[in-house]
């Protein structure tokens, strides 16, 4: 992503435009930053580490962890710069919106809302 992108985001079912961001690299997280994170979030580390491997018993789940701990294994950071807000596309996804509320009011269907 070496341009800048568009980015939309979803709050409670609903997409939102967040305006035009460019994309930068930050330094891994650092093992005291690791040791701050929640046990939800290193979790979620971990089980994405994990996705598409065959063996996620709890052993090499315990392993993957101790990586983590270790700074064996990185945690990769990148931040977002907003660069602009494109009011063509956020009229654009307010007129979508709108006419989706109208079809699915009158019973039509419509685009998908969440």
């Known amino acids: 992503m070496n341009k800048p992108t568009e980015c939309f985001y979803n709050k409670d079912g609903n997409w939102y435009y967040a305006g035009v961001y460019k994309v930068f690299r930050l330094e891994d997280l650092t093992t005291k930053e690791w040791e701050a994170l929640s046990a939800k979030t290193t979790q979620a580390f971990i089980k994405d580490t994990l996705t598409g491997r065959k063996n996620t018993s709890p052993q090499n789940i315990y392993e993957t962890a101790q990586l ?12 977002l710069r907003c660069v602009g807000f494109n009011q063509g596309v956020y009229r654009g996804v307010l007129e979508q919106a709108a006419a989706a509320r109208v079809a699915h009011s009158s019973g039509k269907g419509g ?3 969440g």
């Open 68 to 79: 983590y701990a270790a700074h064996v294994l990185h945690v990769a950071c990148v931040g």
């Open 111 to 113: 685009l998908g809302m």
